[in-house]
């Protein structure tokens, strides 16, 4: 199976080509053009417009690689074998630009419509990749953190913020002060030489809270802690948050396997939280590939590939975005323990 992948819910205008290969070896090219606003977060319209202009030409290039490396010689027949596309949750704008480029793909290359679930997506390519059978997954991306696990033909949400993406909440400190978008990584590289000073720690059961700590953190720099110290104080704080939740789900499930989803799972120090905690529980942990991690159409691709196989397509009339598209809202009918 062959299928082109869309991605475009807010920052990354991304397209893929997943190809499942013969003798179990897959592959996945994946072109993505970043929109980087000149100041402050994502501006939703600025975003929107970015993926007017970036979509068609990374969707040419995904196109341009199906049609060298396909099989055979029919150059008439499609490159692929389906078009899927994240239909949300996302920005509004941006995810009616991917849909409306993914339903002309779909009718001009004469192939059906696979429409994808962006947090469902972040999962399912943790569980190719790990070859898990049903793990409990940690998204910790720019707008959402949630942990997911499979039950009766869903992914169910176990856990979630009660505010703000993880992401976004770092982001939010680093513009106050006055660091460019996205915030993560310079957090990540800063916290190096920091100390640790007290922050704010709320999990409530298996939700969790990041705007207390947020208010606190912009104060403390106000107050002129060092910025390293907030930094490291931020990244043990916010981590240890999403790793006690993950450890509680892990309980909770019974599972013995955990993978990681979204940008903020490209941190090395999150990762090496996750880590020590399965190990300590005899549990597998399997972080993506970074390029898998942050918002990329390989992952849409990837699980449009097996919505496809599963019969899973769309009609054109029911193909509308939905901006606050949620993971258990998805009847999970590719997985051969549907039902369990
Ligand atoms: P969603 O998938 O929820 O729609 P999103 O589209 O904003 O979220 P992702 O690509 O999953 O995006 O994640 C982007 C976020 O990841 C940004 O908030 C960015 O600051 C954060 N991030 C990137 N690298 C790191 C890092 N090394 N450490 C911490 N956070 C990071």
Redesign the pocket.
């Known amino acids: 199976t062959r299928v082109l992948g869309i991605e475009g ?4 205008a991304s397209a893929a080509v997943y190809d499942s290969g013969r003798d179990g070896v897959d592959s996945v090219f994946i072109e993505t053009d970043a929109y980087e606003p000149d100041s402050g977060g994502i501006h939703p319209r600025e975003a929107a417009e970015h993926m007017h202009d970036a979509i068609p030409r990374v969707v040419e290039r995904a196109l341009e690689h199906a049609r060298e490396t396909r099989d055979g010689d029919d150059e008439r027949s499609s490159p692929v074998d389906a078009v899927a596309f994240s239909r949300g949750p ?1 920005l509004g704008p941006c995810l009616r630009v991917v849909a409306t480029a993914a339903r002309a793909l779909s009718q001009t290359l004469d192939v059906p419509l696979v429409g994808v679930n ?1 947090m469902v997506a ?1 999962l399912e390519i943790g569980r190719h990749a790990s070859g898990f059978d049903s793990p409990v997954c940690l998204n910790a ?4 953190a949630h942990l997911l696990a499979y039950r009766n033909g869903r992914y169910r949400v176990l856990g979630e913020t009660m505010d703000t ?1 993880v ?2 909440a ?2 939010k400190f680093t513009r106050h002060v006055g660091w460019s978008h ?4 310079k ?2 590289a800063t916290a190096e030489d920091g100390e640790y000073v007290d922050l704010p720690y709320v999990v409530k059961g298996m939700d969790f809270s990041f705007s207390g700590i947020m208010s606190a953190a912009k104060q403390a720099y106000d107050d002129g802690v060092p910025v390293e110290d907030v930094c490291y104080s931020l990244q043990e704080n916010v981590f240890a948050m999403l790793t006690e939740v993950s450890e509680r789900a892990l309980s909770l499930t019974g599972s013995d396997e955990l993978v990681l989803g ?3 799972g ?2 090395a120090r999150l990762r090496e939280m996750l880590a020590a905690m399965c190990d300590q529980r005899a549990a597998s942990f399997h972080a993506p590939e970074p390029r898998f991690l ?2 990329n159409a390989g992952m849409i691709a990837v699980l449009g590939a097996k919505m496809y196989d599963a019969g899973d397509t769309l009609a054109l009339e029911d193909s509308r975005v939905d901006p606050n598209y949620r993971p258990d809202q998805v009847p999970v009918r590719w997985r051969s323990d549907e039902g369990n």
């Open positions: 819910t807010a920052w990354a996302g962006h972040h991306s720019g707008a959402n993406g992401g976004n770092i982001d996205p915030g993560g990584p957090v990540e979204g940008g903020v490209q941190n942050r918002d």
